[in-house]
Every structure is written in structure tokens, then in C-alpha cells.
């Protein structure tokens, strides 16, 4: 059997060699107690590479969101996020569940909204029948592969602290948008209250993600962190990995952007069978169309390749590429793709 390449996603990366030593020789205490050095160190580099006062090392990216929105709103708040955010979509009705707030949709078709979208949508004013604006929840990068763009953020993020109304971000890929856009992250972080992203995804730790924020709101999610059951006593054998990936693992996510860029330019080859927005591939994952034969099990075709994808979601097909995605998995699914049409045709 060939060994699969898996373009499902990127949180199916495997930790390095690297951070397997850096975990088994890791100096741990007690993180609740404040007493883990590696936790420590984890969370000062990650507040420092984002510019922000402080951070908090968490077991997921959901945890992370959702301890924001904990953190940030009381019961009964609105959220301003949009239809396709993660939270809306995949985070199982957490919102509703841990912070008791209620989550303001709005639809756009490009997944990222201005803020004179959303003015209609914002409660400016006390009224005793009006719920208030808690937060504004914006995500860079978004999950179609796409970016929140960035003077768009920063006008939000102005006319939010002209009301006071915090903005979260999901940062989950912030990283991979750091590296589309050339710039430090600092400049996409800046323009939000909190930030979570993830250590798990492309940046290839086992497990965890980063809160970031002010020094006043991260001691307030600490104890909310642990309210939601996330206090994890001797953690730093993770957050060693984590330190990892942001010393190591954020400097090569071009290599990441640049195999989804050349994949999809390969299947872009077939236009009587692949539909494909070229101009859409921005950082590391792309999204295929099948045209003829939409009943295909083109999954089960790639699978039978050594090639792993997710099955088709709002009619779509999901690579994501990774660490674990070599230069030669790549020129591999490029010499098989004429084959895979043709079981396709």
C-alpha cells in the first residue's frame, strides 16, 4: 500500500523530531501555581511575537474562542461574526452553551465583512429592549483560504473602541496570513483586543493554542480557563513543542503556500473537469469543483492513490497542504493527476 499524503488538513501534521526530544526533556511544575518554566517561556514569546501584553496557553482553538468569548462578554451579549466564522460553523453551538451569548449573523459572500456592513447591526445605544454589543469577531486567515483584508480590519477595529465594543480575533491560521500578506503578525494583530491561534495546524505542535490580550484580560481568562476545565497542572511536556513552532515553524509556511499554489494550478489544467479559482489560493489550501460527473466518488479515487481529502462540503473539495507535505508527495500527485482525470471522464 502507498503511504497516504494527507491533504485533509493541517492539523493532522505530525510534531517533529525536534519537539519529541524538546517534550521528553522538558522542565515542568505546576501551571495552575504559575510554576511551569516551559509553559512560561511559551506564553512570553507568544504575547511578544503578537504585540500584546500578555498570553495563555489553552488545549485547542475552540477552547481558545470560546474562553474569549467567555472572557469578554457577559450572558446575553451579542457577537457581530460572520456566517462562515468558525465558531458559527464548527464549534458545535459552544457559544450558547459556555458564555450564554448570542451570536449576530451576517452573510456576506466573501466571508469577511466592512464595518459599514455591520453598522446596521450594532447596538450604539442602551435600550431596554435591545440586547448590547458584547464583541466583534473577525478571522484572518479565513477558512475558504481567503484574507480579511487589512485595512478593512483596522477600520473596524477604530469605530469598535470608539463604542467599546472589544474585537476578537481568530487567528487559528494568523501565521499562514502573516506570511501571504509579508508582513510581521504584529500588523494583523493590532487591530483586535484578544487573539487565538492555533500551535496544532500548520505550525505542527500535537496539541494547543494561544489567547492573547492585555494583561488585565488575560488574568480574567485564567480563571474562566479555569471554569471550563483547562487547568493542565504539568504542561509544559506540550508547550515545549509549542515553542517550536513559533521559533521554527512560522519561518516556512511560504514552502506550505507555495505546494497549494502549485497543486492547484495542476488540476486548474483541466478545466472540462475541475472548476477552480486560481486567483483564490493564498496560503496553503485551495478548493476543487468537479464539473462532469458530480456523482464520482472522487475521494475514494484519491484514496486509491494514497491521497486523503475530505469529502466534498457546500459542494466543494478542501487540499490543505503541510509540513508532512513533501516536494515529492507533490511532483507525486502531479504525475498521477492525468490518471485520476481519466477515472473521473
Known amino acids: 500500500m502507498l503511504p497516504y499524503i494527507d491533504l485533509r488538513s493541517d492539523t493532522v501534521t505530525q510534531p517533529t523530531k525536534e519537539m519529541r526530544k524538546a517534550m521528553a526533556n522538558a522542565v515542568v511544575g505546576d501551571d495552575m501555581m504559575n510554576e511551569d518554566p516551559t509553559v512560561n517561556e511559551l506564553q512570553n514569546i507568544a504575547a511578544k511575537m503578537l504585540g500584546k501584553e500578555a498570553a495563555l496557553f489553552v488545549p485547542s482553538g475552540v477552547f481558545g474562542n470560546q474562553l ?88 473596524i477595529y477604530n469605530n469598535a473602541k470608539k463604542h467599546n465594543i472589544p474585537v476578537h480575533l481568530d487567528g487559528a491560521r494568523i501565521f499562514n496570513a502573516a506570511t501571504y ?30 489567547l492573547v490580550g492585555s494583561q488585565k484580560f488575560i ?54 473537469i ?8 493564498k496560503t496553503n489550501m485551495f478548493f476543487v469543483k468537479l464539473k462532469k460527473n458530480n456523482n464520482t466518488n472522487f475521494v475514494k479515487i484519491l484514496r486509491e492513490y494514497g491521497i486523503l481529502t475530505y469529502p466534498k462540503e457546500l459542494g466543494s473539495y478542501r487540499f490543505v497542504t503541510h509540513n508532512d507535505v513533501s516536494t515529492e508527495n507533490v511532483n507525486f500527485i502531479i504525475k498521477k493527476l492525468p490518471e485520476i482525470v481519466n477515472k473521473i471522464k
Not at 493590532?190 to 505542527?204: H, I
Not at 480574567?220 to 480557563?225: D, G, L, P, S, V
Not at 497542572?233 to 515545549?240: D, E, F, K, P, S
Request: hydrophobic residues 40%; contains cysteine; charged residues 25%.
Open 68 to 155: 474569549a468569548f467567555f472572557t469578554h462578554c457577559n450572558r446575553g451579549d451579542e457577537i457581530i461574526i460572520s456566517n462562515d466564522a468558525h465558531p458559527v460553523q464548527h464549534e458545535a453551538g459552544a457559544t450558547a452553551i459556555i458564555s450564554g451569548a448570542n451570536s449576530r449573523i451576517i452573510t456576506t459572500e466573501k466571508q469577511w465583512f466592512s464595518w459599514k456592513e455591520i453598522t446596521p447591526f450594532v447596538r450604539f445605544e442602551e435600550d431596554l429592549h435591545f440586547p448590547k454589543t458584547g464583541l466583534i469577531h473577525v478571522q484572518n486567515s479565513l477558512s475558504n483560504g481567503d484574507v480579511w483584508p487589512l485595512e478593512e480590519m483596522e477600520k
Open 181 to 210: 500578506f509579508d508582513i510581521d503578525v504584529k500588523k494583523i494583530a493590532q487591530y483586535s483586543d484578544s487573539v487565538m491561534f492555533c500551535l496544532s495546524k500548520g505550525l505542527a505542535s500535537p496539541i494547543g493554542s494561544m
Open 219 to 272: 488574568d480574567a481568562a485564567i480563571k474562566k480557563r479555569k471554569i471550563m476545565g483547562g487547568a493542565m497542572r504539568q504542561v509544559g511536556i506540550l508547550a515545549a513543542a509549542g515553542i517550536i513552532s513559533l521559533n521554527k515553524m512560522t519561518k516556512r509556511l511560504q514552502d506550505d503556500h507555495k505546494n497549494a499554489k502549485i497543486l492547484a494550478s495542476e488540476f486548474a489544467k483541466y478545466p472540462d
Open 274 to 281: 475541475f472548476e477552480i479559482d486560481l486567483n483564490k489560493v
